[in-house]
């Protein structure tokens, strides 16, 4: 059974810092191209950071460069955020993403249940 469950969510202050995990279980997590993604109340689900599953290279969401750090830990089947210097704009439900990226697991595709994040004074 497939399984992506995050954690580390909450109420930060504006500056702040969260880091967010997403522990996977059920399929072979080596495989997948790991993500996080965040839906604002209103907003349109958007990506946040993606590590690749090949090299565990990265890429950032504009908004979020410089100040969100995506890593994967291949060991522990683990993905996690951390996120610094959080704003108000940063509040969200913050989804973890598996999307297969070899064989033969190209293609397939899981999503956690998300976790609230809120930065607020």
């Known amino acids: 059974q497939v399984q992506l469950v995050e954690s580390g969510g909450g109420l930060v202050q504006p500056g702040g810092s969260l880091r967010l995990s997403c522990a996977a279980s059920g399929f072979t997590f080596s495989n997948y191209i790991m993500s996080w993604h965040r839906q604002a109340p209103g907003k349109e689900r958007e990506v946040v950071a993606i590590?690749?599953?090949?090299?565990?290279?990265?890429n950032y969401a504009n908004s979020v460069k410089g100040r969100f750090t995506i890593s994967r830990d291949n060991a522990n089947n683990t993905v996690y955020l951390q996120m610094n210097s959080l704003k108000p704009e940063d509040t969200a439900v913050y989804y973890c993403k598996a999307l297969g990226g070899r064989s033969p697991d190209s293609g397939m595709e899981y999503w956690g249940k998300g976790i609230l994040v809120t930065v607020s004074s």
């Open positions: 590590v690749w599953h090949f090299d565990g290279s990265t």
